[in-house]
């Protein structure tokens, strides 16, 4: 399997967590790098998006939306049922599950494209509407029947948050300005994108490495949904890839999507909406094993399913 | 020192950081004035909180304010966040200038 | 009327300062971006310089900062008389007006590249020429007849802070170098400055947006002179160019000098020099208003009327 | 604790960060011997200093001095900057080790 | 005030920022539960401390306990360290919520 | 002399130092620089080793590493015997001078790359393997006979420290990954090199016009001393270069990496595990004085000298 060199960083970094080096990539570095992060893919998306017809994804969008939901709706009953997790637990990490991760959706698209398979830009429209829904899906089966939820509060936090800002700011920047206009900043965003995502990885081995201690304290049950809650996902994802007819590309893109977790949007919100919902175990799942999995076997194995399933529906 | 010194209470709250949007509003509520708030981390029950990234991040809110402020600010944080959130709460006594100010 | 994509950016962080969002640039990263942003034009300007004869700028040069001295004397006629605002008010907001904003010169100058209007490197000579002497004479307006004015630690302030320091030094690296010189350096100082001014902007739209509330406190008055200040110094910007013979390029950029507002260097120094004068009325008119108003409109405006006065002149 | 442990005065001083440069050279000036600065950001009667870029900055300076040191510290902050700059100023009392320090 | 107050010590440690890999274990060695980390620079004795890069950086840690580790870790900083090392240590009395935790 | 521009960057920082500049790179900027260099530098290696046989370089590393060692041993005497400093204060300082600078190992392949000159990119193994020894052979002699010295944890201060963590897993990166795989990369790991090291620069002068205050101090020995070490040291890098039979850039960078001395792995580790000795004297030396001593002057010096001797052996 050749690997794509990105993910040797963040080895190096959950190496250098590991051994308790004293690399320490400074709080607003990470600030810095997820704002650049989030808003080339944006404007990469918003310049493809200027080549097709914004009406022609409204019915996609609605299917990929709609059969996203399933993730955490199932999710919370697992972790209900097989996991005896709490409610808030369980729904919390529900929605972190259901939620997406642009950073295993971006080392994606490099996977894609040092193997030169073809993915459409608009693919990043689909980034920015699976982040919310599933976050309220979240909130509402932490509180059902309990009332006293917020929900313009949580809305705003949402929609106001930086990722959502971030995304479809860029966008629209990129939609807005198309190709030309945007040609003098290709430089800094998309030329240095794949530097900056292997410098972001690195940071976040550093971070997933302390996570890994959450973990183990959480037992075998919250490990094995980890792994598999993303190969589940995934295999939806292919699943509505194949109804909506997409590329192989796009499936590979749809099945990560669906496959990662949060653990940007989705920690911040869950803390003030379910605070009684204990982050270590979250996180620690998300961040400590899903995101590695994803990047190191998750999107090798959906390049391998989208091919195949490819093959077997055809 | 100058006449224009009394003594107010010094709160000092450190908790995480996601939480300065929740709490802010709730100070204003009880009757502070004014906050000072510093970046931090740490270590305590929850475990440690290193700063690398925001989730694991914690502030130092400090509030200066007569005793009656100082007293609501403690059991409303007390009654409504001590059980869900990382978070340590002390109070100092401080001589401060223009005591009318908190 | 096409739009300088690095204003979008402006325009985002408006937007998201507006709504509260949560995205929120670390200061550092401001800092960070502000000595690259000043190292870069002066690196620029330098290598430009190198192709002239610096004796050939003199008396351009003198004429140039004698004539945008007239800025901050009317300035402060108008914010007295018509304004009534207290003696230290008026000055350090004239100081603000006499002086130049940088980031509004880097706008102009990408304006007119992706116009393909040429303009000349050595204008960075005036934008670090123009940016002390409004200074002085706005301490100067606040304190007469006083005395107590400690005019050495105010002149190292300046001279010694950090815009003169990294645009001098720039503008120095640039001359010694020499293009061949500093070519290696390119990809990083030339190749991205776009895009990290881009960013720059995001983070200026974030701190205007929160100087909007303060200038709606101050009432309409400073409001209209905010925009009306621009467009009258901007005239006399482009009278200037003209007495100098310039081409429209750099007319359109002395005009933008005038026309600009100091928010860097000019709020550090007046809140030493004149600690009386209230920093909400000065920042919230040059950075809430006139700045806006020079990116969106402004500039194209002084295009305009240059190339309109060309032919009324000639 | 220690024989040679005392009591001392720490002064802490929240202000805009643009003071500091001026601030020093008068903590010296009143015989501090020594100070520590965090970066800071909060809100107060000027309103909201959200850290955002240096002018909406605060620094939190801390000073621990005798209290002679600390009342003339707090008579030149009240008498030369509290009128034109938002600053607040509050004293503590403070065990020390090596008082002589201070 | 709520009855669950109690007084507690707060012990502030001012030091190199080297130091924290070595002190770190030391605090929990004398009983200290938690700290609390911020990023400082100053001047002292030794010089100013600009925090321009690692090596010229403090960090300020805070220890809230009760009086008996607090003499622990005064007089251990005081034994192992204060002679090599740039540090200020100060102890304040501090009124602290849930006293079980310190 | 045809001036490396980089080294302009550095003494516009000093010049702002000295001139009391309110001119201040955030902290956070100077760890995130650092460690992007020490990652690039590493990747650059690791990308050139792929080429070479690692045995190969078993024998030259040895001979290396043992030469390097008399550094150290020397320094220790001449500090004790000449200089009368205590033994904490002679070996700490020793430690610093037999280690070596990464930055000022950038400038000479920098300074070598602009004049043409080819030299190997497995030079940068050497430098990764001579951070480390010097550093023990200064806790060696400053606790001889002594006792007390935690070496495991010392060790694994070093060996899990920042640079080495970072040097070593560019290393390997690069190597893993090679041309090929480290290409989409470049834009950000090479191309920006220079300028960020240009930045890194003018930090670095920032910071060594503070280090100066502290050697006025110590007294005129210590300035002998910081100015006669590397250039004894780079002698015995040209002699050992010429013994091993290398070309005159890889001589140039061996040499370059005798003579430079350490300020950012030994200020650390020394100030854990001889904390008696007195970090303003090392630093102030060492960044002060031998580390532009070195950029200016030293590197053109020991390519003279590499040119010259040459000759002489042939
Ligand atoms: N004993 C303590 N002294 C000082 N700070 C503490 C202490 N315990 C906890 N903290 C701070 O409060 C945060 C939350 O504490 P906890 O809820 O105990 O995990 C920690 O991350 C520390 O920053
Ligand atoms: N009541 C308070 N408690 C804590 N800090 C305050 C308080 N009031 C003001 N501050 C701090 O002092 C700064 C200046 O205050 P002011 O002059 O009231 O605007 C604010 O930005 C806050 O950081
Ligand atoms: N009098 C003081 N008040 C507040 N902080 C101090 C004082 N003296 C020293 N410090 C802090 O402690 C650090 C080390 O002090 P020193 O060992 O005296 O150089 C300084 O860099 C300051 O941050
Ligand atoms: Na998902
Ligand atoms: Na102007
Ligand atoms: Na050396």
Redesign the pocket.
Do not use: I, N, P, S
């Given at each position: 399997m050749s690997f794509e060199p990105v993910i040797l960083f963040f080895m190096l970094g959950l190496l250098a967590g590991v051994v308790r080096s004293d690399l320490k990539i400074p709080g607003v570095v990470y600030e810095a790098l997820s704002i650049f992060l989030l808003l080339a893919i944006g404007m990469k998306g918003g310049v493809e998006l200027a080549r097709h017809s914004v009406l022609d994804l409204a019915l996609p969008a609605a299917v990929v939306v709609g059969t996203a939901l399933l993730i955490p709706l199932a999710a919370f009953q697992v972790l209900r049922v097989v996991g005896r997790l709490s409610r808030p637990d369980a729904a919390s990490i529900a929605a972190h599950y259901g939620s997406v991760s642009v950073v295993t959706f971006a080392v994606a698209s490099s996977y894609l494209a040092s193997r030169a398979l073809p993915a459409d830009g608009y693919m990043t429209v689909f980034l920015a509407l699976l982040e919310l829904p599933a976050l309220l899906v979240g909130v509402f089966l932490a509180r059902r029947g309990q009332g006293g939820v917020r929900w313009k509060a949580l809305l705003h936090e949402v929609l106001a948050g930086k990722s959502i800002v971030l995304l479809a700011g860029g966008l629209l920047i990129g939609w807005l300005a198309g190709p030309q206009g945007i040609q003098p900043l290709d430089r800094v965003f998309f030329d240095l994108f794949k530097g900056m995502l292997a410098f972001f990885l690195l940071e976040m081995g550093l971070v997933a490495a302390g996570r890994l201690a959450d973990l183990r304290r959480a037992g075998p049950f919250l490990l094995v949904f980890a792994i598999g809650t993303p190969i589940c996902a995934g295999l939806l994802g292919l699943l509505t890839a194949r109804l909506l007819d997409f590329s192989v590309g796009n499936s590979v893109l749809l099945a990560t999507l669906y496959a990662s977790s949060s653990y940007i949007a989705a920690p911040a919100a869950m803390r003030i909406a379910v605070p009684e919902a204990n982050p270590a175990l979250s996180i620690g799942a998300s961040l400590g094993v899903t995101f590695p999995f994803n990047l190191i076997a998750g999107i090798p194995l959906y390049h391998w399913l989208a091919t195949h399933l490819k093959g077997v529906f055809a | 020192m100058s006449p224009a010194v009394a003594l107010r209470k010094l709160v000092t709250i450190v908790c995480e950081a996601d939480m300065e949007s929740t709490l802010l509003p709730e100070l204003a509520r009880v009757g502070?004035?004014?906050?000072?708030i510093t970046e931090a981390r740490g270590q305590g029950a929850r475990g440690v909180r290193d700063g690398a990234w925001r989730a694991s991040s914690n502030i130092r809110i400090?509030?200066?304010?007569d005793a009656q402020v100082a007293g609501d600010l403690v059991d409303m944080l007390q009654a409504r966040y001590y059980a869900d959130y990382g978070m340590v709460v002390f109070v100092v006594d401080a001589a401060v200038l223009r005591p009318a100010?908190?």
């Open positions: - | 502070a004035r004014g906050y000072t400090e509030v200066l304010c100010k908190f």
